[in-house]
């Protein structure tokens, strides 16, 4: 009889597992923020664009209205497509933030959430 419960046990931690293992992965496709390693860029904020982008330009106001055109660095797809590889920016308009070098936390759209964690 102790096998049976010992077999019962085992197999409700493993179904509780699975469960767990699918919500974390649910929940990480979820938020498209993400950390993101940022390779030799210095601490400071990043916003990625492009010419042909819609919606940059607001972006690009909203920046400039809250933190001021020197306090950030814009990256344009046209001139530098390097970082957008490197630092995995699949969609513009995106702000990456980087407070310790090395790492960095990576904002996809508009910059609202970004701006808010500044």
């Known amino acids: ?7 019962v046990v085992l197999v409700s931690v493993a179904l ?7 919500f974390w992965q649910r929940r990480r496709r979820r938020s498209p923020i993400r950390e993101v390693p940022s390779g030799d860029l210095s601490p400071g904020v990043y916003f990625f664009s492009s010419e042909t982008c819609s ?9 400039d209205h809250a933190l ?3 306090a950030y ?5 046209e001139e ?3 970082p957008f590889s490197e630092l995995g920016v699949d969609a513009v308009p995106a702000v990456l933030i980087v407070k310790t070098p090395g790492k960095g936390r990576l904002f996809p759209g508009q910059p609202d959430q970004a701006l808010a964690e500044l």
């Open 1 to 7: 009889m102790d096998e049976v419960w010992a077999r």
């Open 16 to 22: 509780a597992l699975a469960v767990l293992a699918a």
């Open 55 to 63: 919606t940059c330009a607001r972006a690009r106001d909203q920046l």
């Open 68 to 70: 001021g055109q020197a």
């Open 73 to 77: 660095t814009e990256v344009r797809w």
């Open 80 to 82: 530098r497509p390097g």
